[in-house]
């Protein structure tokens, strides 16, 4: 079984990044499957109390092989486009320039899709309004809950992982700071729901 100190995911978890896990265990043999949230930023902690991350890239879905250094494929959801930078930052050495990286973004236009470029690494930017990643990815990548309705929760990631390692499509390439200058205002995803 692989462990996850021999992928690149050991370091965010010994860092104590990787939260709320809905998986995070070896699937198929040399491979090591997280669907959950990555802590962005910390909080400022007083003496040895523990508090929860001011931010996070939030309901993940990755993978990482045993023995690599690097993630070919992570999709996951950010409040804030600006936070693209922390997830360059945290993630570092453990994202590859040919990598498949998704973002799903609450505060970019409902019709964008970017590829964003920050250093070497690429992404795919794309919004998010009321939905999930998983749910967004599935449609993305044309995968029908039905084809993957028996599997378990691991074979359910690998099948929607492995669809998107082979996924192409051209979007508008722009730059981080460009990107930044074109988001809008971060929206509220508490507002207009029933008490």
């Given at each position: 079984?692989?462990?996850?100190?021999?992928t690149?995911?050991?370091?965010?978890?010994?860092?104590?990044?990787?939260?709320?896990?809905?998986l995070?265990?070896?699937?198929?043999p040399?491979r090591?499957?997280?669907?959950?949230?990555?802590?962005l930023?910390?909080?400022?902690?007083?003496?040895?109390?523990?508090?929860?991350?001011?931010?996070?890239?939030?309901?993940?879905?990755?993978?990482?092989?045993?023995?690599?250094?690097?993630i070919?494929?992570?999709?996951?959801y950010l409040?804030?486009?600006?936070?693209?930078?922390?997830?360059a930052?945290?993630?570092?050495?453990?994202?590859?320039?040919?990598?498949?990286?998704?973002?799903?973004?609450?505060?970019?236009?409902?019709?964008?899709?970017?590829?964003v470029?920050?250093?070497?690494?690429?992404?795919?930017?794309?919004?998010?309004?009321?939905?999930?990643v998983?749910?967004e990815?599935?449609?993305?990548?044309?995968?029908?809950?039905?084809?993957?309705?028996?599997?378990?929760?691991g074979?359910?990631?690998d099948?929607v992982?492995?669809?998107?390692?082979?996924?192409?499509?051209?979007?508008?390439?722009?730059t981080?700071?460009?990107?930044?200058s074109?988001?809008?205002?971060?929206?509220?995803?508490?507002?207009?729901?029933?008490?």
């Open positions: 079984m692989t462990a996850i100190e021999n690149p995911l050991g370091r965010l978890d010994k860092e104590g990044r990787l939260l709320n896990a809905v995070k265990q070896p699937t198929k040399g090591f499957d997280f669907r959950g949230d990555i802590a930023k910390w909080q400022q902690q007083m003496a040895d109390e523990k508090r929860p991350p001011e931010y996070t890239m939030e309901q993940v879905i990755t993978f990482a092989e045993d023995g690599k250094s690097t070919p494929v992570l999709a996951g409040q804030n486009f600006a936070f693209l930078s922390d997830v930052d945290v993630l570092g050495d453990a994202l590859a320039p040919d990598g498949k990286y998704f973002i799903f973004c609450n505060n970019i236009d409902l019709l964008a899709k970017y590829r470029t920050y250093g070497e690494k690429t992404f795919y930017v794309l919004p998010c309004d009321e939905s999930t998983w749910k990815m599935t449609d993305l990548l044309s995968i029908d809950k039905n084809d993957i309705k028996k599997l378990d929760t074979g359910k990631t099948k992982l492995d669809a998107a390692l082979s996924w192409h499509e051209d979007y508008e390439t722009i981080y700071e460009k990107g930044v074109l988001m809008e205002p971060v929206k509220n995803r508490n507002a207009n729901r029933p008490v």
